[in-house]
């Protein structure tokens, strides 16, 4: 059995459980609850067993363990536990405040900041200048940016912004602020996971039985409203306001003439 593909999912709360899905994205996930650690040790023991099958072999000190946990209960482990850590770029830290991840991405943006400056200083042309933001400094500043673009913190937000103005200066141009880069990509993003019926995501958007509208989710605490799904609903929801005003407007102009 493949370990990361066709993988039955279910969540379970108490003794209510969901529908069985099939997956074939991302890792294996869950929780403990009332420090009943037989579901999750049940997965650690496929993995190591669908390792040994691969014949892979765990690096033991390459192997963190990360807890989001917003009780803070603490749970010995083994593994070693840390506060955050970095997946695929991305660094994930256990309040899922990404001020880690904003942190090492404004450093990294900064140096190659200080380049394009240099690149100016030797009279380089507008298109070179363009090409190197885009490429280099951009890329950088906005990785992975619909995982957390929209929960940084607003002084955070605010330090990007003012660095792509910094950089504006310097290439003759305004580019895209970090809103308007995220709502972007978000619903680039999601129109991705509408036209894919095998992606863990796609049932989560459920239209309206009157309208094009997506349903809203009920968000209970402000972390999960700011993160992927509800802001791809609501600019959703706004682009078809946008879309049916335009076509009020168009009809009711064609009808007076």
Request: aromatic share 12%; net charge positive; with cysteine.
């Amino acid at each position: 059995m493949d370990y990361l593909t066709s993988r039955p999912q279910y969540v379970r709360v108490h003794d209510t459980k969901s529908e069985i899905i099939t997956t074939n994205i991302g890792a294996p996930q869950g929780y403990i609850t009332n420090n009943d650690h037989a579901a999750y040790q049940s997965e650690v023991d496929s993995f190591v067993s669908w390792c040994d099958d691969a014949h892979l072999i765990l690096h033991i000190d390459k192997t963190k363990e990360l807890i989001f946990d917003f009780k803070r209960k603490k749970i010995g482990q083994p593994v070693e536990v840390v506060p955050s850590y970095e997946y695929l770029g991305v660094h994930l830290d256990n309040k899922l405040d990404w001020k880690e991840n904003s942190r090492v991405t404004f450093k990294k943006a900064q140096s190659r900041l200080f380049f394009l400056r240099k690149l100016r200083a030797f009279d380089m042309g507008r298109p070179i200048l363009n090409i190197f933001y885009h490429g280099i400094l951009e890329s950088v500043l906005f990785y992975a940016v619909v995982c957390w673009g929209g929960s940084i913190t607003v002084e955070d937000r605010n330090r990007f912004n003012k660095m792509i103005r910094k950089a504006g200066s310097i290439i003759g141009s305004c580019p895209n602020s970090v809103e308007e880069i995220l709502d972007k990509r978000v619903m680039r993003k999601m129109r991705s996971v509408l036209s894919r019926d095998d992606h863990s995501l796609h049932n989560i958007f459920n239209k309206s039985g009157r309208s094009q509208r997506l349903l809203l989710l009920r968000c209970s605490t402000e972390r999960f409203r700011r993160s992927f799904v509800p802001t791809a609903i609501r600019l959703f929801n706004k682009s078809c306001y946008v879309v049916t005003y335009a076509v009020v407007v168009t009809y009711a102009l064609v009808y007076d003439l």
